[in-house]
């Protein structure tokens, strides 16, 4: 399967030569002695130690001293002091399932692997240790080349003094990219039959590859993802995720984790075997060089950060492929809490920008649901999408409505029960529904004597006051509302209801009781027992009024009418 080996080795071996400044190379594994195994036991990982000692020093008296100087998270968003003293090949914890350590796989089956490494004005100390545990936990056998893409990082030696580690190819942007643009670069210039993405503060964990290798092998048009554990930003230590969490979004399209449904959970019963997941988190997965290319790689006109792991998951799910998780095969990533570096036109607008991109070719007439959560994303400009959906319509994909109903139902479209979403309008004005009070306090005194009345019970009876206010961004829960089939008007699980003791519109647990109902009237919201109309007339409060033609304080719009968009 793969000839090339050979010729690897000597390629290698001259370029470990040129280390010597500040890397002491185990000579043991790189003395151009071929590893007679064929079966790699995970447990092992390939060749361990290939440094026996680094002397990093050199490199990283390099760096930004400026990092040592002041606030140690002001460079690099985590604590770049603690990890500038760690060493690149310090040990790690085997964080995989004690099962994990005993599957063997057959190295000679798997594809060969290219890791791509695209980064920004990273901190040397954790970039050279993304290397070094790449170097020192993959089967040399199986990992074709490291391809380290500098993203115009300030200085150029960051990356150029690392050219010389065994296998790592470096490509230098000269102008700012972006991850998207610099991994299809990075991948351009690979040459393994598979290419791993990483980001640049990673460490990679014991038996990392084969089980990624392994699923690929299975089903070659899946994007394989390790199960992401935590590097401490403050501390550095590293700590095993907890419970078993797959990718997924919000109608934001903002990445979030996300427990397996219950149907999912009860048929894992191994925890050595993959599951599915509807999204990557970004950074981290395997896939084969034929379906990246297939798959039109990244779209180029992603900006810096974001949305490009959608892009790529929607992409794999809707035109035939699959998105799975290996769980016996960990990498730890530090994890920070706002980005180091700059955007050139802005977080919030590239941000914005992109995920526009993803919305505009695979989320059909469901992108609505995204402008109603981010409505100033209609005011972003978002350039030429004609060549995705030309590629979309090439590959012949799945809409999105299939995604929904096949790969993501737990995601919740509202077009369920739903007639109409989103914020209920009156021109700028919106209804909006106050937070209910916090279950540990107090239930607190209760507006009315016919409380109970509205048909719910329980001390903790979440009810909360109904407003008119000026309409938001939409980001926030309080402006969201629902129309059911059976008319209710919904907050989350709570909703609008008139007491037959008042005029004001209040938000209940929802009873499906008649205080609860409502029906539509042209653009007017009737409230069937009382008879009133949803008024605006004396704001800010919400109130039911007798019911009058064409009386503007009773208009109602909701932002997305549900009623033309498909059935799930
Ligand atoms: C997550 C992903 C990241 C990416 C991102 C969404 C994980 C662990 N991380 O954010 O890979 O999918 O979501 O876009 O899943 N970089 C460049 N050029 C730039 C900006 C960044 O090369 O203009 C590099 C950067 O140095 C890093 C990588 O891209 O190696 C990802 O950036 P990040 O670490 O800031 O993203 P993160 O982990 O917050
Ligand atoms: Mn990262």
Not at 8 to 33: D, E, I, P, Y
Not at 133 to 146: A, V, W
Request: glycine content about 8%; overall charge neutral; proline content about 5%.
């Amino acid at each position: 399967m793969r000839p090339r080996r050979a010729l690897r080795l000597v390629a290698l071996t001259a370029a470990a030569t040129t280390l010597a400044a500040f890397v002491v190379l185990n000579a043991s594994v790189h003395s151009g002695v071929r590893r007679q195994r064929k079966k790699v036991s995970s447990g092992v990982g390939g060749a361990r130690n290939a440094f026996s000692g680094v002397d990093a020093a050199g490199y990283l008296s390099g760096g930004r001293t400026r990092d040592r100087e002041h606030d140690p998270y002001a460079q690099h968003a985590f604590n770049v002091r603690v990890a500038n003293s760690l060493q690149p090949d310090r040990p790690i914890p085997d964080t995989r399932h004690p099962r994990c350590r005993g599957l063997d796989f057959d190295e000679e089956e798997l594809n060969t692997l290219s890791v791509v490494v695209t980064f920004h004005n990273e901190a040397r100390s954790t970039l050279l240790r993304t290397l070094v545990s790449i170097l020192n936990r993959t089967p040399q056998d199986l990992l074709e080349d490291i391809v380290l893409v500098d993203d115009a990082s300030d200085d150029p030696s960051d990356g150029l003094l690392l050219a010389g580690l065994p296998k790592v190819r470096l490509v230098r942007n000269e102008q700012r990219q972006g991850l998207a643009r610099s991994r299809v670069r990075g991948a351009d210039s690979s040459k393994g039959e598979a290419i791993f993405f990483l980001d640049s503060h990673c460490e990679v964990n014991q038996g990392w590859a084969t089980p990624l290798l392994d699923t690929l092998r299975q089903n070659p048009r899946s994007l394989v993802c390790p199960v992401i554990d935590v590097i401490d930003q403050d501390t550095f230590d590293y700590r095993a995720s907890g419970s078993v969490l797959k990718g997924g979004f919000d109608w934001g399209l903002h990445f979030r984790w996300v427990p397996l449904t219950e149907e999912e959970a009860a048929t894992r019963t191994d925890p050595t075997s993959v599951y599915r997941s509807p999204v990557v988190a970004g950074g981290l997965f395997l896939i084969a060089r034929e379906w990246w290319e297939d798959l039109g790689k990244y779209d180029p006109g992603l900006e810096v950060w974001g949305a490009e792991n959608l892009e790529m998951s929607l992409k794999a799910w809707q035109c035939g492929g699959s998105v799975e998780v290996a769980p016996c095969s960990r990498v730890g990533h530090v994890f920070r809490r706002r980005h180091p570096y700059t955007f050139p036109d802005g977080n919030a607008n590239t941000y914005l920008r992109n995920s526009r991109r993803v919305a505009e070719v695979w989320l059909d007439e469901f992108s609505h649901f995204f402008y109603e959560t981010r409505p100033s994303a209609l005011q972003q400009t978002y350039g030429d999408i004609s060549g995705r959906k030309a590629l979309r319509e090439r590959l012949g994909c799945q809409g999105f409505s299939w995604y929904l109903k096949n790969i993501y139902p737990d995601l919740g479209a509202p077009s369920k029960h739903d007639l109409a979403y989103g914020q209920l309008q009156q021109g700028n004005l919106c209804l909006q529904g106050a937070e209910p009070p916090k279950p540990h306090k107090k239930a607190q005194k209760r507006p009315h004597q016919g409380d109970k009345q509205a048909g719910h019970s329980g001390g903790e009876a979440a009810s909360a006051t109904v407003t008119v206010q000026e309409c938001t961004s939409g980001e926030g829960a309080g402006q969201r509302w629902g129309l059911t089939q059976e008319g209710s008007v919904t907050q989350g699980e709570r909703c609008l209801t008139v007491l037959t003791s008042g005029k004001r519109v209040l938000l209940y647990p929802c009873a499906a009781g008649p205080r609860q109902r409502w029906q539509r009237q042209g653009r007017r919201l009737q409230h069937i027992a009382s008879g009133l109309c949803l008024d605006s007339t004396n704001a800010p409060d919400a109130q039911a009024l007798p019911c009058r033609d064409a009386l503007y304080s009773q208009q109602w719009d909701f932002s997305v009418e549900l009623q033309a968009l498909p059935t799930l």
